[in-house]
């Protein structure tokens, strides 16, 4: 039990004390509660109290002798019966239930509101009946003497269910978009309905017509947008809360259009539900983080209960100081304020033991239970654990004994408990002891430096008014311990503060620019002053104080500007280029891993690139060598004509000897081979050509050779030729199947031999007149012999050339070379 002191009003929550896990068993968890002296003072008010996921809204039957409650998962509701503290039947739905009323006394007759638009009636047995409506609903409320169930939701109409008819009658048309809540009196049976924009519609369901319309938003302080309506109450038969989306309640009496009362929650959260407490003349308010008990007429606040989850409903028991409280979690809270009124008859028992009852702080763990992530688990040398009895696995890591816990803690960190200890003692005897020289200082000790900035941003605030107003981090006694305790000391040395350093040295050195402007501004401020005051003529004070500058001067600032900002970018990016540099070769995490797949496949690409830049680096060092002895040599000369063919180089006439042996670079190597491959290949193709001309002037010889032998003999003598010297003869055009001399010199002529023939009569080719078909044709008979004159006049001085290179280059044999070891 946990005991809660606000404004001398004590809150009791019959919901706190020890946790036990589910998954214990029933024996274990009998045991656990019989071991623990503080589990014997432990009140269990009503037994299995809590849903197994989340409670969404939870109700007291009218004759009080029946809690009802809805939650998941699945969605169902328990009903808990008061007289023998314990639950007494449970029902599952469809779907989740998005409120639900009880219409008689006890649990006989209910209806639920379901988020699939369903809304189902049971009876004592079970489902009664299961119908579908319009639109999706948001609230219903029951009205007795006609027996119609009002149902509100994303529309404007109020739906009207008859339950004695078992139909539908014709909807109330509001002219609000949307209805959030609705409410009937219990007195005079007014049916009220919270419309989206801020306002209250009231109607009378005997006439089915509007009454009046109360607009809500108008009334709101300091509110910039219409807020919703999203609660109402009735107190009585004249008075009414109304709650808001912007976290306002308002009382009402419904014969005025101004609020008696408004109330502000201060969390700008909705109201979910309202309740009242006639004896106390108390409001209860609930929000998703707060449940309020104010004054309803003068609105101080009397107690407060913040949720460690988002709460979602509540309700109370007339006549007495309990309520129950619905929220995100597993558990339903029950609280207990005596201020508001007694215990209940079913838990009067509660009266005398509030005096007894001393405060208890309730653990988010369990006491017998220490929760271990697997990293804690590896420190401490249990891993050979998992999957025993001895470890219970739980989101991301394990339950694992206390005491097995404490001892393997003390066996892996055995001077821990001595540090502590020793801490304790230095930290009071430096609180005890006083320095003979008390220097008072403002800065604290521990972040001195965050403790500067927040100062020197106090003294000089910006000009946003929410800055000026913020309270300083200094003085508030929620950050006191960021300044005193070492443990929230700044780790400059961490990773993330290293990654984080060249922003963090960005934003100060922009500071610093911006506290150097306003000092300078202020000085030129004050000499402009000064000789304002000399002159007597005030025409050109704009000019004076700088206000109108000429265009050499801005832009002339606008450079300087633009340069300062290029250089603090750049070293922006090299600070943050270092720092992650630094983290990458510090952090293990970074390290090559050469047994991952992906490494192995690139391996081969790897060395091969290793190795060409290997030949790459040995051809230029033996290359820089050879140079380096041929400008021994050249410099010995007198004549530099033979520098050039020397080193293979086409110099210009300006270049000295010196200049021969820095330009042997790699550039100067690779061009070489390629110049040595590219002659290689025109040796090559220059050689073939040759061959070939060779074979077709053999081929005429050959086929007159071939023709003489042919022609048919007569008694052993050759026939004579014809009368004009010509002879012919008539051979099948299919007699050689393609393979005659034309086809067989087409075949091993190449494509590049083709397209220069058939250029060369295109070229020959010339029109006569208009007609394209006039053509006539020019034939040179000389121009073969002339080609092949000219190739065989080039080959001669070609190799005249080489053989006076041959004799004027020496070769690289003859020179003395030294002997370099590569490693």
């Known amino acids: 039990m946990f005991v809660n002191e606000v404004n001398d009003v ?107 638009r369903y809304v189902e009636i049971h009876a004592a ?92 938003a108008m009334k709101l302080p300091g509110v910039k947008e219409f807020p919703s309506v999203t609660a109402l109450k009735f107190r009585n038969g004249l008075h009414m809360g109304v709650g808001t989306a912007s976290g306002h309640v308002l009382i009402y009496d419904i014969r005025a259009k101004q609020p008696l009362l408004v109330k502000n929650h201060l969390n700008r959260l909705p109201i979910k539900r309202l309740a009242f407490n006639p004896a106390q003349n108390a409001v209860y308010s609930l929000d998703e983080a707060t449940l309020k008990l104010w004054d309803e007429q003068t609105g101080k606040q009397i107690a407060y209960v913040e949720s460690t989850s988002s709460f979602n409903d509540f309700c109370t028991i007339p006549d007495t100081g309990m309520f129950f409280v619905a929220q995100e979690d597993v558990k339903m809270m029950t609280y207990y304020v005596p201020a508001m009124g007694p215990a ?111 100062m020197d941003e106090q003294a000089n605030p910006s000009n946003s008014a929410k800055q000026r107003n913020v309270p300083s981090l200094l003085e508030d006694s929620r950050f006191k311990a960021m300044f005193e305790n070492a443990d929230f000391e700044v780790n400059k040395s961490a990773e993330e503060y290293r990654l984080l350093a060249p922003v963090l040295n960005r934003l ?36 004076l104080f700088g206000f109108e500058k000429s265009d050499g001067e801005t832009k002339d600032d606008s450079g300087d500007e633009a340069s300062s900002d290029d250089d603090d970018r750049r070293e922006y990016v090299k600070e943050m280029k270092q720092a992650y540099k630094q983290a990458m070769f510090e952090n293990a995490d970074f390290e090559v891993n050469k047994s991952a797949e992906e490494y192995r496949l690139l391996a081969p690409v790897l060395n091969r690139l290793d190795k060409s830049k290997a030949k790459e680096l040995k051809k230029r060092v033996e290359v820089a060598h050879v140079a380096e002895l041929h400008a021994d040599e050249a410099q010995q000369r007198e004549e530099s004509d033979n520098d050039e063919d020397l080193f293979g180089f086409e110099k210009s006439d300006g270049e000295t000897k ?64 014809t009368t004009n010297g010509n002879r012919f003869t008539l051979t099948p055009l299919d007699q050689h199947q393609g393979s005659s001399l034309l086809q067989q010199r087409i075949k091993k002529a190449s494509l590049q031999d083709r397209v220069k023939v058939m250029s060369q009569l295109e070229g020959q080719v010339t029109n006569v007149g208009r007609s394209l078909g006039n053509r006539q044709m020019t034939f040179e008979v000389n121009k073969q012999k002339k080609s092949q004159f000219h190739a065989k006049k080039r080959e001669a001085e070609m190799k005249k050339h080489r053989e006076e290179r041959r004799s004027i280059v020496r070769p690289i044999k003859s020179l003395r070379l030294k002997k370099v070891n590569f490693k």
């Open 10 to 116: 004590k809150i009791y929550n019959l919901s706190a004390g020890k946790s036990v896990p589910d998954w214990l068993t029933d024996r274990r968890k009998r045991s656990q509660l019989m071991k623990k002296v503080d589990s014997r003072r432990q009140i269990e008010l009503i037994q299995d109290f809590d849903m197994p996921g989340v409670c969404t809204s939870i109700r007291m039957s009218p004759d009080q002798q029946y809690i009802l409650a809805t939650g998941t998962y699945k969605p169902r509701v328990k009903c808990f019966e008061v007289s023998n503290l314990s639950i007494k039947f449970e029902r599952c739905f469809d779907a989740e239930v998005t409120t639900f009323e009880v219409i008689s006394d006890d649990y006989s007759k209910m209806v639920f509101l379901q988020c699939d």
């Open 125 to 216: 047995h079970g489902r009664h009946y299961r119908l579908r409506i319009p639109r999706f609903g948001r609230d219903m409320k029951y009205h007795k003497p006609s027996c119609d169930m009002f149902i509100v939701g994303v529309s404007r109409d109020i739906f009207r269910l008859n339950l004695e008819r078992g139909q539908f009658l014709q909807p109330l048309e509001t002219d609000g978009s949307c209805l959030n809540a609705c409410e009937v009196n219990p007195e005079h049976h007014l049916l009220i309905a919270g419309t989206k924009e801020g306002t209250v519609e009231a109607w009378d369901p005997r006439t089915k017509q509007r009454c009046s319309t109360l607009d809500v």
């Open 344 to 454: 209940p008859r079913w838990c009067s028992f509660l009266d005398n033991l509030t005096e007894e009852i001393e405060s208890e702080v309730v653990e988010n763990v369990y006491d017998d239970y220490q929760f271990v992530t697997a990293k804690e688990l590896a420190e401490l040398g249990m891993e050979h654990l998992v999957g025993s009895n001895l470890l219970k696995g739980y989101m991301h890591g394990y339950f694992m004994d206390a005491r097995l816990y404490n001892k393997a803690k003390a066996v892996v960190e055995p001077f821990a408990f001595d540090r502590f200890r020793k801490d304790k003692v230095r930290q009071e005897i430096e609180s005890e002891r006083k320095s003979r020289l008390q220097i008072e200082s403002k800065l604290p000790k521990v972040n001195k430096e965050l403790a500067l900035k927040i």
């Open 508 to 543: 100060d050195k922009s500071k610093a620019k911006e506290l150097k402007k306003r000092v300078e501004v202020a000085h030129v401020a004050e000499l402009h002053a000064d000789e304002a005051q000399q002159r007597e003529e005030s025409d050109n004070d704009e000019d």
């Open 658 to 721: 010196d200049d021969s042996g820095d330009e042997a670079s790699s550039d100067d190597d690779d061009r070489r081979e390629y110049v040595k491959e590219m002659k290689q290949a025109y040796k090559q193709v220059k050689r073939q050509r040759e061959e070939e001309e060779e074979l077709e002037e053999d081929e005429p010889q050959q086929d007159e050779i071939s023709d003489v032998a042919k022609r048919p003999q007569t008694n052993g003598h050759s026939p004579q030729p």
